[in-house]
């Protein structure tokens, strides 16, 4: 029985065993090509760099988000300085609409009066 099992295990040894430089396995190691290698490093250097982009990248956003929350900020103190801007403006044109009235109606009193004065002096 141990000389069947020892049969089995040296023929699987050797049929396992094949060229090394088609990166295949040989007993209980693995030989690989240097192609394959290279090929894995330059995958290995991508995945690295992309790894890196994808953290700019990352970044980036962050760095837009920040600066659309201030553009945001400053656009809203804008527009309440705006209201309170108009607001004013509305409130100055309507004490204007009052000193025209009565300036307006100063110059009729004071133009009556010097009619009535001027009427007595010639009378």
Do not use: C, H, W
């Not at 040989?26 to 992309?50: T, Y």
């Not at 609409?97 to 009193?109: L, T």
């Amino acid at each position: 029985m141990l000389v069947i099992v020892l049969l089995f295990s040296s023929s699987s040894i050797l049929s396992a065993r094949t060229d090394a430089s088609k990166g295949e396995i040989q007993g209980d190691s693995v030989s690989l090509p240097i192609s394959l290698i290279r090929k894995a490093n330059i995958k290995l250097i991508q995945a690295e760099s992309d790894a890196e982009l994808k953290g700019q990248l990352i970044k980036l956003v962050d760095t837009y988000k920040e600066e659309n929350v201030i553009l945001k900020s400053t656009i809203d103190s804008q527009k309440k300085t705006l209201m309170e801007a108009a607001k004013i403006n509305g409130d100055l044109r309507l004490k204007n609409k009052g000193i025209k009235k009565e300036r307006n109606i100063s110059y009729a009193i004071n133009g009556g009066l010097v009619g009535i004065l001027l009427m007595i002096i010639l009378l």
